[in-house]
């Protein structure tokens, strides 16, 4: 069975203390790994899709990257507004399109 | 780019009515459509595949009789909640795909539904 696993559930940090989140998956041909930030009350906003092993993105403080087991989202020197719930999600090649999720690690920076 | 808008943001509604949500992709055309509930606390749980034109694919365990999908427009799909129950009251989100080739789905800013 397809699963995505995300550590930690909880995440707090000073303002500047850098840090990475994990989304560990255990599923049937990647096609694409996806990262979202959700703020509370809204939808997952779109943050970055990774599709083969050694890929890298990035986007002003973060950083994803993926492996054949893994991904991580890097923080570097977060600020206060980096404060909300990151999403990870796969689509794998037996699925048809569907997004499969973690249940998400919520960060919580401090000023 | 690549923005999907819901409507209504909220909504209250009296149990036995029905409610319908609207998501709508402002600046693309979006061939499927996706719907999902999210409880407070837990991952975002998928109800229905929408794609234009034809009828949705619903997830197991979610009741085509209630949740009625209609796709009826390269830019509109629409989630009504037939007879609704306090148990149906949760936040609802659509997204939507850019394109048969691509993979990354867009959000809506969610629709939560309270059910007195």
């Known amino acids: 069975e397809d699963q995505v696993t995300q550590s930690p559930e909880a995440l707090r940090l000073q303002e500047g203390e850098s840090s990475s989140l994990n989304c560990s998956y255990t599923?049937?041909?990647?096609?694409?790994l996806f990262w979202y930030r959700q703020d509370p009350g809204k939808g997952p906003e779109f943050l970055f899709t990774?599709?083969?092993a050694g890929e890298e993105k990035e986007k002003e403080r973060l950083k994803a990257t993926l492996t054949k087991k893994e991904s991580f989202l890097h923080i570097t020197a977060p600020k206060p507004e980096d404060s909300a719930t990151y999403l990870c999600?796969?689509?794998?090649?037996?699925?048809?399109?569907?997004?499969?999720f973690g249940q998400g690690t919520t960060l919580q920076v401090k000023p | 780019g690549a923005v999907v808008s819901q409507h209504p943001s909220w909504v209250i509604c009296k149990s036995g009515t029905s409610v319908k949500i609207e998501c709508r992709s402002l600046?693309?055309?979006?061939?499927?459509m996706f719907w999902y509930r999210q409880f407070p606390k837990q991952s975002l749980m998928l109800m229905a595949t929408?794609?234009?034109?034809?009828?949705?694919?619903?997830e197991q365990g979610v009741e085509k009789d209630k949740f009625l999908i209609n796709h009826a427009s390269l830019t509109l799909s629409t989630l009504t909640v037939t007879s609704a129950h306090p148990e149906d009251s949760s936040f609802y989100i659509c997204?939507?795909?850019?394109?048969?080739?691509?993979?990354?789905?867009?959000f809506g800013p969610g629709t939560r539904l309270l059910v007195l």
């Open positions: 929408s794609n234009e034109g034809s009828k949705a694919t619903y």
């Open positions: 999600a796969v689509i794998t090649s037996s699925n048809t399109g569907k997004l499969i």
């Open positions: 599923v049937s041909g990647l096609r694409g």
């Open positions: 997204s939507a795909r850019t394109g048969a080739s691509q993979e990354t789905q867009y």
């Open positions: 990774l599709y083969s």
């Open positions: 600046d693309f055309q979006a061939t499927t």
